[in-house]
Nanobody, 120 residues
Framework: QVQLAESGGGLVRPGGSLTLSCTAS????????MRWYRQAPGKERELVAM???????EYADSVKGRFRISRGDAQNTVYLQMNSLKPEDTAVYYC??????????????WGQGTQVTVLS
């Protein structure tokens, strides 16, 4: 099994910054795509940013220019640097990772979520 551990959420004022991190552990052969999603109260979960093992990144229009996704050297860690935060960024942020386990079976794992609250 592959587990994801997230950290870095918290309370910040509008215009502030936070950096989320997520590390995959367990029986891993390769981590390919890593993504950040978020879910605000009463809304559906939405994709915020994604990073492929090849280095490609994509962002939701609502966060382009403000958020940056990056991978650690070991490729099993992903970061989400969030700048110029707005109240509408308030949500639970979830990490998702896709790849292969040591037995070459595919995994699609989710973290437990970390709360980000932007409040003046």
């Amino acid at each position: 099994q592959v587990q994801l551990a997230e950290s870095g959420g918290g309370l910040v004022r509008p215009g502030g910054s936070l950096t989320l991190s997520c590390t995959a552990s367990g029986s891993i052969f390769m981590v390919n795509g890593m993504r950040w999603y978020r879910q605000a109260p009463g809304k559906e979960r939405e994709l915020v940013a994604m990073s492929t093992s090849g280095g490609s990144t994509e962002y939701a229009d609502s966060v382009k220019g403000r958020f940056r996704i990056s991978r650690g050297d070991a490729q099993n860690t992903v970061y989400l640097q969030m700048n110029s935060l707005k109240p509408e960024d308030t949500a639970v942020y979830y990490c998702n990772a896709l790849g292969y386990q040591a037995n070459r079976e595919v995994f699609d794992s989710w973290g437990q979520g970390t709360q980000v609250t932007v409040l003046s």
